[in-house]
């Protein structure tokens, strides 16, 4: 057996390498085993997949393995993406299963394991599934999927058509229809192909929305870089706004009527601001500890509370499990809002954001325009840098040991240490420094009045790493 790992979010591998039919077997043998010995659920899997190579047939395989353990399994009968598989679960009271690989390369497949709240496994529930890979059993009788069919004991559910009409309920699709706005949609050949299409009709132009599972060479992570093509397409067929999809459909970009970029950052805030002022809901503002300050003064002065977590949405998560709020996201794209899920979903965000620009008569690029007039500007960037872990390691020392005072000219004011090292300036803005704990990669990223200088502050220190 070769080593499994699960991350955050369950399990990613490379294809024929790690990722194979018989460590798929390790896996859901020990996700039935939780299962059964905590009685998480009477009600069985709820088993999605994505587009990505051989991936309804791995989906086949795990499914006839949960079969064999006696769990009840329900299936998708078509490429599902993520949410939807985790609102199922929530419905069905089910344990949910992903085939997916998300936002990483094309030869990567993965297992993501949603809970029965609807959302990522908890850290505590990941850990009793690893705990059981060692209780392999390689003489269970596995029968043949199209046998488990027959015999009843695996379900197949149109499952992608149960989601969409959930969002049907919970968005305003008559006025976005009526309003007869143009929509760019490019789901990055992953699982949220045809899905707005199939919601919105002739209002959406769809841009890599077939199964291409080399992702045209572009892995499907919806950050700008990847999206030049998209970014062009938007005015090309004039459309007004455009939603940009990861892999799986979790997470999400958005475009305004000119192609330009609007980050999750200013998605979150236009979020909260739509939510509090024109729905009239509240509830504590969550963002992990990259994410925009915008966001804190919005907090002052809608009166709302406001929390800071770690980065990773599993914080996220646990926080609108068990508390009230009103929306939730971190800057890689992985938003939530309340009335939804606790969990990340592109697509319904990115219906949520339509909808808004659609009931304020104005456009996209005017709306984040008046979040600016309002509050200030703030302009975001990011590095990952590739560098050798002795480097990365020293780095990291010098920013605990606060040894970073100056930032492109600019006197570091204070530190704030909640998931790597933050340096802030007197004028606000900030710079942080955080360690990949997967591969020799050091992120830095800051906040700072315009695009040039939070581009400058990332670049000096970027600088700086080469120089240990």
């Given at each position: 057996m070769n080593t499994i790992s699960f991350g955050t979010d369950g399990w990613r591998a490379i294809i024929a390498k790690d990722y194979t039919f018989d460590n798929l077997s390790v896996v859901a043998q020990a996700t039935a085993r939780w299962i059964l010995d905590e009685k998480v659920t009477k009600n069985g899997v709820v088993i999605g997949y994505d587009a990505r190579f051989m991936g309804r047939e791995?989906?086949?395989?795990?499914?006839?393995?949960?079969?064999?353990?006696?769990?009840?399994?329900?299936?998708?009968?078509?490429?599902?993406?993520?949410?939807a598989v985790s609102w199922a679960a929530l419905h069905y009271d089910a344990v949910g299963v992903v085939i997916t690989a998300s936002h990483n390369p094309p030869n990567y497949n993965g297992y993501k394991l949603k809970a029965p709240f609807g959302g990522s496994a908890t850290p505590d529930q990941?850990?009793?599934?690893?705990?059981?890979?060692?209780?392999?059993d390689d003489s269970l009788n596995v029968l043949r999927f199209d046998e488990?069919?027959?015999?009843?004991?695996?379900?197949?559910?149109?499952l992608t058509e149960q989601y969409l009409n959930v969002l049907r309920e919970r968005i305003d699709i008559d006025a976005i229809t009526n309003s007869g706005i143009r929509i760019g949609h490019d789901p990055m050949f992953g699982s949220g192909m045809g899905a707005i299409k199939k919601l919105l009709g002739d209002q959406v132009y769809e841009l890599h929305g077939e199964v291409n599972p080399s992702f045209k060479g572009i892995p499907p992570e919806p950050i700008e870089k990847n999206l030049d093509e998209f970014s062009e397409f938007i005015p090309e067929n004039n459309c007004q706004i455009g939603i940009a999809n990861d892999g799986?459909?979790?997470?999400i970009a958005l475009f305004d009527e000119t192609g330009s970029f609007v980050d999750s950052h200013r998605i979150l805030s236009l979020l909260?601001?739509?939510?509090?002022?024109?729905?009239?809901?509240?509830?504590?503002?969550?963002?992990?500890?990259?994410?925009?300050?915008?966001?804190?003064?919005?907090?002052?002065?809608?009166?709302?509370?406001?929390?800071?977590?770690?980065?990773?949405?599993k914080y996220i998560a646990e926080l609108i499990v068990n508390g009230d709020v009103i929306a939730g996201g971190e800057e890689s794209g992985g938003l939530s809002v309340k009335g939804h899920l606790p969990e990340r979903d592109g697509?319904?965000?990115?219906?949520?954001?339509?909808?808004?620009?659609?009931?304020?008569?104005?456009?996209?690029?005017?709306?984040?325009?008046?979040?600016?007039?309002?509050?200030?500007?703030?302009?975001?960037?990011?590095?990952?840098?590739?560098?050798?872990?002795?480097?990365?390691?020293?780095?990291?020392?010098?920013?605990?040991?606060?040894?970073?005072?100056?930032?492109?000219?600019?006197?570091?004011?204070?530190?704030q240490f909640t998931d790597g090292i933050k340096q802030i300036m007197d004028d606000g803005s900030w710079l942080l420094v955080r360690a990949s704990g997967t591969e020799p990669v050091l992120r830095i990223y800051a906040e700072a009045p315009t695009a040039k200088q939070a581009k400058a502050m990332v670049e000096d220190v970027s600088e700086m790493v080469d120089q240990f």
């Open positions: 791995f989906a086949e395989h795990v499914a006839s393995v949960f079969a064999a353990m006696e769990i009840p399994v329900r299936i998708s009968s078509a490429i599902s993406p993520t949410p990941i850990e009793a599934v690893e705990q059981r890979l060692s209780d392999f488990c069919l027959k015999l009843g004991l695996i379900r197949e559910m149109t799986d459909a979790d997470r909260v601001k739509y939510l509090h002022k024109e729905k009239g809901l509240s509830g504590t503002i969550v963002k992990t500890f990259s994410t925009t300050d915008m966001l804190n003064k919005q907090a002052e002065k809608y009166d709302l509370p406001i929390e800071v977590t770690p980065i990773g949405f697509l319904y965000i990115g219906l949520l954001m339509t909808e808004m620009v659609v009931k304020s008569g104005k456009k996209l690029s005017e709306l984040v325009q008046e979040l600016f007039d309002e509050f200030g500007e703030h302009a975001y960037y990011r590095n990952d840098l590739h560098t050798e872990e002795s480097k990365k390691q020293a780095m990291i020392e010098h920013c605990k040991q606060k040894k970073l005072t100056e930032i492109n000219g600019k006197k570091v004011a204070d530190w």
